[in-house]
């Protein structure tokens, strides 16, 4: 409960003043929930007595999302030497916790109605993130992989939700940035809040964990020192992990900020020297031009 109010507190000083945060909520609340099927086969992952059988039949009852789960567990991110080609297949050969992060992959990625060049834009820097967090957790050998990966993808969460249901709005957004502006800066003053807090506030309708929701929250914020925590680390390795993906051009229209530098700086915090940074870019680059395109 003490962990609710903190979160709850951290949400409302993320709204401007005289904005009506009763409003923000209310209109969050009148969101779609997490589709069915989807949220059924989270609550199972997360259930210590699922078997691989409940989730094949689960997940079999809903084809465009099996097709997807299967077309991104033969993705190259995975290296699998044999084609997957049922979900039972799948399930026992990535487990559990991977497949958490490829069912959130294959529905977000059906969120938005339409799929033009911003929602193209967006969903690229999610996948990117993702593949990043993954890739940046594995050379620091930490146990969370794909844990990285799913914060990844959620990361952005409230950027398309807003293109989803404002999307004029959030073009003109995105129309801004291409003048040198940030989107978070930019959202905040014309919004009076920023996609940080309505991904954490619709990850929390969705029943995400509140380290989830946190991590979103805070993804934006300055890193002044090496993280002290793992959920530190955790958010320190999405931020790190975003910066590379508008360095290599993923999430942004042209005339947006070089985040080059912000993003070796990231990186020198969760430490890797000036060296190790730049090779880092360059291997996230190869990683996401190999294994991308199965998250389109």
Known sequence: MAEEQILHEEFQSRVAPGKDWKEIVAWVGDLPPLPHVAAQALSLIEDPDTTAAKLTELLGGDTALAARVLKIANSAMFSRQREITTINQAIMTIGFKTLKGIIVAATLRQLNRKFGKVE???????????????????????????????????????????????????????????????FNETEQAEFGFAHPLIGALVAKKWNFSLETCQAILHHHDP????????????TAIIQTADLIAHTLGYGHAEGYPDCKPKAIEAAKKLGFNDADAEKLIEEVAQAFKDGGAAFM
Request: charged share 30%.
């Open 223 to 234: 890193i002044k020192d090496a993280p002290r925590s793992e959920l530190d680390e955790k």
């Open 120 to 182: 193209q834009m967006l969903w690229e820097n999610s996948t990117c993130t993702a593949m990043g967090a993954r890739y940046i957790a594995g050379k620091l050998k930490r146990p969370y992989m794909e844990e990285a990966f799913l914060l990844g993808l959620l990361h952005d969460l409230g950027k398309l939700v807003l293109m989803r249901q404002v999307p004029k709005e959030y073009e003109g957004i995105v129309e801004k940035t291409k003048k040198g502006a940030g």
